[in-house]
């Protein structure tokens, strides 16, 4: 495939900072493409750009550059020391691609200059590096809940709200997601924040012919949750109560553990129980920081339910990851498929995508077997 | 549908009792169908049997009426007192329709003999109820696995030598899977066990154009397994080990200790997981008695797997069921579905069926989901 | 022993009932006294009181009787079927032992008032069956937090303040304690409430000569904690973080799920870990409603710890119990202590019993075996 | 103290590697002293050796060097990278003072040749380094089980039988202890293999008056099982059932995978479990070999146990641990504490100990709390 561009908001996180350290050990075939999707036989024939083809920057508001980053994740057990060694060049040359991201603090103007400044940004990216097209993947920060504003409705109102100097009308994920759509780039949210699930951003999409996807991506005890619940579903049990503590530490850990913005992961989380389940279900969510355990996550999840004649049991699990392990390889799997779609004249919301995601756009479909179907049909379509 | 009948091989053990129990609840509206696949809104078009239309019957070597094992059933929390009072009458009904099974250590004369014994004790029971149909399924206990033989490939020869007196050519499960046949019965064998497993039986069952399933109700680990095994594969996440221990008290639990009989057992759990995860999986599996567990059954599983640029993860599940009640729903299940496959004159192993199976004939899917999804597609075609 | 009275504070709760209905099937000789402490052989030279020389009678507030309240525990599966069916004709002779408890909602006149008509119910109760002491045991509902007033300060202004109509300087609790005490009675508080705690009724109990004992019967997490953390603690590995959450059912459950109950629950388990451990340990900690739990609670807990050369290791437990089974013959056993000690005249807070507690008065010591090195050698000291 | 030999039997093995790196690195003051005891400060004012008064060497068959072995423990995570890089040189160094070990199938000539060479090699350790004493520690791979034989009745049958050539009376654990008596040093059996338990051995120790402890590490599963066990008992629980199982990769997960070398370790963990809990306990219990956990271990237990009115409860958890991490402190621990008991003179069997081993000899204590207690009182009376 062509040279292709993947621009990450939130280029120095733990994600992103994986994400390009894997993508280097890729290229550089120290490492198995373990943990990628798109990397599997079934995909082999749609063509997706190579680990080659692939150009990095991004957005960031953090000053440590990759190098550094990189180094706290190997310190922490998510990269391996040999591929630190080797790729730590190859990260300088990409954090020197990474720009300034929007902060609403210290933004002066209107959000419409912002906007304008980051769309320049991924526009010259473009054409610096000679790129067929780029693809946006928001892996910033989880944002808190943002209000709904009735300028969120069509994007005349939209626009009109953001040229006033000094309004804050959109969280910096959507200010993100519109730049990113404005500089005629497919967009994804790996994130829980609102993005681009505005009505008027989602018009911009549909006008600009732009595929885009999301939301929140699906790592740990949601992609369990989603594999196991419809077990029960299939074979008429009823489930009763589903309990979850989840333990973090990690940049999420510590933006989690503030409870307005737990709020939007805790809801992505929740509508995928409810939707697999039905709405009975009582599902106590907890989320901890637990700073001790570095980039590992830990999520205990209990689940009784009643079977024959009334007959009480339970199942529970532990899981153990690293997130940013388990995350960075979908934002290259998900940049690839994107980019294949852009190319092939797809727009709008990608649900055969849903596969990846806690709280999918353009399905309503959780249930992990049926999502990763769906995600074979397209590519055996093509 | 017309009046079924339902043979149980095994009629007076856990699983037979628990689902004659919940059969009788069923058809006085005390209970929900929970667990029963079957009942659920995707087949109520197929105009399966009934509850007050499934008649039951069967072969076992124990004494211990039906009413008493439901007792003890009862004591140990599989059925609650309200149902147990309520069925005690009926149990005692079903009971006088149990004759005696075939045991090899006080049988006298040939296994022609009593396998046409076994054959006339079930056609005796259609004509005495007017049956249109009776589904054979075994549920006795877990044989000793028996070696194979010359004379198991073709019916020629395996007849020759049943009619040799004295001559033990065939396990029990095989005598009463041959027994079926002969009287014209679809089988199940909800076991282990050799049964209708090989190639003269099957040839039987082809000559007598009669549909068959099987093999090793899939209720607990295994369940999971196949449900959580896949959700690795499409993420690309490379399992190194699946490690787990069962810890079962009950009649199974004794039978299963006996690490001859466990052979069979263990063998039947193994092959799902191979074929689940490829070959190279350390995969150490342990069945151990613990009577004071009573019916219950409690599984630990541990997986270790490796993500991105090798990063050691791990999932652990422990499953806290009540084999028995997993079991019986799926027993009244089966025979519902194989006696609306008979009718509609299908023969041979039902591929379609291996959702319920550990071990399944007539299909390589092990996968939960693809089973459910195969099952569904039946369903829907007619 | 002489005759000795048990007077339950919430008479009619699950633990109250729970009590009750086991010591009725002790004196019948039903059972065995599983998980009775006082029943161990080291304390046989005791001379505790016989089970047939207990008399119970109470307060509660809730008018659902006695035999009722034991028929939803043995659905529930915490008393058996033929234990209730022996023992519900006792039930209601113990029921008719039951007074009306104190209710600040609905309680006219002073709290001095309501103090003295507690204080007769106990008294009539130990004159009426010819009892040598009555020991005064809170099982009540657990209470929001109560705030400090200045008057808890000393007896002389507790006691003014008590004698003024409509004034509620007590929870309910203290006003039980402060009448257990008038009566001449021990006084002994398995729950996280306030009840004795105020240094205006220590200074009564010390005036009357009383032993007391409390707070928070430790039957379940805390249990284990104060069991596990030790081991860490004399292996010289540092623990990091110990994170908890607890699902229950039950009436229990219900109350705490209100966070301002919840309050007293979880600090009263916070302070033992923070003793067993330092105070630098991350520990977040949950308590979630699960009506579907019923009389069960499961507890989880993630200890991550530090060994030599910093190696990051974790210990993780799952408790199953059921609270009323743990807690019944606890109450019991400190019942048959505290008569013993009230026997030899001791008085004031009774540290020695810190065993079973969560939140021990007079003592700092939260290490299980500690503590029942403590109790043992109190008992060989008599 | 004067300066202490600590000389090692698999000097070139996980444990042995882990705890020179650590003495190194504690030298250094480069770490503190997590996971030992002996650095606790109740034992401050024994006087134990220094860090910097400790001289290592030992004995070993295998040839990879101990750099070597450290950077494999590195890759694994056992030991950190800094510390790796820091103490390599001296890891060389102690490295010179490793001679080859006695094995069986190479050795030619008698086992009383063998045992003469092995302790000229401790004595010249000792005289080569003006060492006041040398503690002899086995660290060595767990042997099969050895037969019983007549001539380990006595010392002087014993010797006479290692006299002729070719004879092989003594497992070579064995050989090793009864060289380090003859060499007069005290010795310590971390294994669970013979050693020193043989009554001719221990007629040695006692005649050159030198004091032994062991056997066999108490590190993980054990060491939990030790603590809670108590609980149980405490609180007149009735454990039915205490089912475990342990996973573990690294050379003792090797070793351990054969049958014949599991059986010594199996039953010296049943053991403390009989003990703790009484003989009518169901205890199955399994070692697996899963090579992919690497130096980690990982142990599920599930505890089964009644209560009040025979109320049905469970207690399980999972281990997750660093086996090397955890037995390296214990060993510089052993060597300090016998160390001193030499100093002051005591000899034979030291049960004070009994806190580090699973299968302790002097004492039949297995209680964890009691075991400290032991150890302080010990420490305590100097
Ligand atoms: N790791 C996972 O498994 C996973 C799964 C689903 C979703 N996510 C989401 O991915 C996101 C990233 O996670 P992470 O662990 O890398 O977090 P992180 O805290 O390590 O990284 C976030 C980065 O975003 C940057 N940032 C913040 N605000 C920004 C802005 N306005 N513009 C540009 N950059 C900005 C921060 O400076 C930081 O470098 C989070 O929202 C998380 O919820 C992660
Ligand atoms: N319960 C489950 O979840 C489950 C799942 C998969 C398979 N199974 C299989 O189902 C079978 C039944 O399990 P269960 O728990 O009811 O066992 P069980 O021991 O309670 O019952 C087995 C019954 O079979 C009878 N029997 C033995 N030999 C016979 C013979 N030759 N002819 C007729 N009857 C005979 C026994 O007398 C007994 O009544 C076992 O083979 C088991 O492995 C059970
Ligand atoms: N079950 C355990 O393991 C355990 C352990 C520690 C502490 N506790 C404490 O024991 C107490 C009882 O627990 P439970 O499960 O029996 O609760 P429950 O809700 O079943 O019973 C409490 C009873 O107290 C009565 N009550 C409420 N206010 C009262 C008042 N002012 N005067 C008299 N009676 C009153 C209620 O009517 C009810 O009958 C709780 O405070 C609980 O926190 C229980
Ligand atoms: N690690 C723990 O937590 C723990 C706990 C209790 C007991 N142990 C015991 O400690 C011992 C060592 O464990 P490890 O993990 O270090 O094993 P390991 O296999 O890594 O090391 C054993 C060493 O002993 C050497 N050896 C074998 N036979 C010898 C002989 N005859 N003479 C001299 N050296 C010999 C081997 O070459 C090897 O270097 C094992 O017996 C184990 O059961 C370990
Ligand atoms: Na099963
Ligand atoms: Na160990």
Known sequence: MEPTGLWLIGARGSVATTAIAGLLALRARMVEPTGCVSALPRFDHLGLPGWDELYVGGHDIADLALDKRAELLTESGVIPHRVFEAVR??????????????????????????????????????????LARVVVV?????????????????LTALEAAMAVPGRTVLPPSSVSAYAALRSGSPFIDFTPSTSIRLPALEELARAKGLPYAGSDGKTGETLVRSTLAPMFAARALNVRSWSGTNLLGGGDGLTLADSEHAGSKLASKGRGLATLLGGDVTAPLHIDNVPDLGE??????????????????????????????????????LARFVAAAHRAGESGPLGWLGFFFKDPVGTDEHRLSEQFAALSAWAEAR
């Open 89 to 130: 060049p190859g990260l300088s040359d990409v954090d020197a691609e990474v720009r300034p991201g929007y902060h609403p603090a210290t933004h002066q103007g209107s959000q419409a200059d912002a906007a304008r400044r980051l769309a320049d940004d991924i526009g010259e990216f473009a054409a610096r590096n000679g």
């Open 138 to 154: 928001n892996v910033s920060s989880t944002e808190p809940v943002f209000p709904a504003l009735p300028e969120h409705g069509s």
């Open 296 to 333: 590992q996550k830990i999520a205990w999840d209990h689940v009784s339910f009643e079977g024959f004649l009334g007959a009480r049991m339970s199942l529970q699990f532990t899981w153990t990851g690293y997130d940013s392990s388990l995350a960075a390889p979908l934002v290259l799997d």
